[in-house]
């Protein structure tokens, strides 16, 4: 998909604020969601936020579970997915699904993890995780597990 923005005839001077629409640059504009990422991998982060952006995704990246979840309080109707690390300093992705539910009981947590087996399964169901998904997966497996959750979502 290519967006361009539209031109002013050649013989008007209109400022380009007044041909571009408000927040036409915004994604949610173009059919896109709003996924608040978090990981304290940094590097992870920014690849995660550009191969979700390509797919048509906002991404509000976070390497801190407090930031993210200052985040989230301020405006909890902003995001349609949150997507979270498991193992991290401070805050699992347990407990930041945990918090996310108190701010916002219907927004969608998915939990990665380099480890997944049935215990932390049955604890992120308890959490009110949506779903597991397998951090040694290939990244485009990854993206399409959290396409799914967003076309779960509606």
Known sequence: TILLPAAAPADTETEPSAIMPAGFADASMVGGRHILFLDDNDSLVSLFERLLARRGCRVSPFSTAPAALAAVGADPAAFDLVVTDYNM???SGLDVAR??????????VAVMSGFVDTAL??????AGVRAVIH?????????????????KTG
């Open 99 to 108: 918090a996310v539910r108190v701010l916002r009981a219907d927004l969608p």
């Open 135 to 151: 951090k040694a997966d290939d990244v485009a497996v990854v993206c399409a597990e959290i396409e799914r959750l967003l076309d």
């Open 89 to 91: 300093p401070g805050m």
């Open 121 to 126: 399964s049955t604890q992120a169901i308890e």
